[in-house]
């Protein structure tokens, strides 16, 4: 399982930006680098403390702590502490304001995990018969339209899942490829799955046919990604 658990560094230092650190130890730290300290996940902005963060795994699961920076770091733009915070698959780690930002990837049975929502669902609560509009619960994995329930392939729904989940968030073409189809990793380090930008407009496309007039929620993001709109 250990393999499938590490963090894709979405920003920060250029020669980083898209490679992946595996966590096969039971702690890393992420900091600025210096002459005499070298975190384990080190970037050069002055913004980044010398210790800004820890990894830890904790039994199967995996949790983040601040370790008092001076800039702060956001999980899913929520501001963390000293207390340890629980990492989900798909989590965004933001450091220093966002100066930094790296996301969470877990495989096996860190995705059976039950988590806490840290996004809005919206009228989950609401029996189906009577819903009306777009309602969508990740939870259950089951999206419904005036409360009829639409059928979505598992990468449909891994793809709104992803947008969903990071409302009013660009997401990169590159984040989306190594999300929404991980078993295409050709390079264990440094690669993306090997998935063409027209793969994934095709996907975005029959997503959009699919959520009917909410299709446009899914908004084009020119030479970066997509966004899912709220």
């Known amino acids: 399982m250990e393999d499938g658990v590490y963090v894709l560094i979405k920003k920060g230092d250029p020669e980083l930006v898209q490679k992946r650190q595996f966590l096969r130890r039971d702690e890393y730290t992420i900091g ?116 009829a329930r639409i059928p979505l392939t598992g990468k449909d729904m891994d793809l709104l899942t992803l947008l969903y989940q990071r409302a009013n968030q660009a997401v990169s073409y590159e984040e989306i490829m190594v999300s929404i189809w991980p078993e295409r990793m050709v390079h264990a380090e440094t690669s993306v799955p090997d998935v063409g930008r027209a793969e994934i407009n095709a996907l975005v496309y029959r997503l959009r046919k699919r959520l009917g007039k909410y299709g446009k929620k899914i908004t084009t993001i020119p030479r970066f990604g997509y966004m899912w709109e709220e």
Not at 32 to 44: E, H, K, N, T, V
Not at 94 to 104: D, H, M, P, T
Not at 105 to 122: I, K, N, Q
Request: glycine content about 8%.
């Open 32 to 147: 600025r680098r210096g002459s005499q300290l070298a975190p384990d996940i080190a970037f050069s902005s002055p913004y980044v403390s010398r210790r800004h963060a820890v990894i830890r795994k904790i039994g199967n699961r995996y949790t983040i702590s601040d370790l008092e920076s001076k800039h702060g770091t956001e999980v899913n733009g929520t501001p963390i502490h000293q207390t340890p915070q629980p990492l989900f698959h798909g989590d965004l780690i933001s450091l220093a304001k966002g100066v930094v930002e790296l996301v969470f990837f877990a495989e096996g049975s860190e995705l059976d995990v039950t988590r806490e929502f840290s996004f809005p669902l919206l009228q989950s609560t609401v029996p189906a018969a009577v819903s009306s509009g777009l309602v969508i619960n990740l939870e259950r994995r089951e999206i419904r339209l005036d409360g």
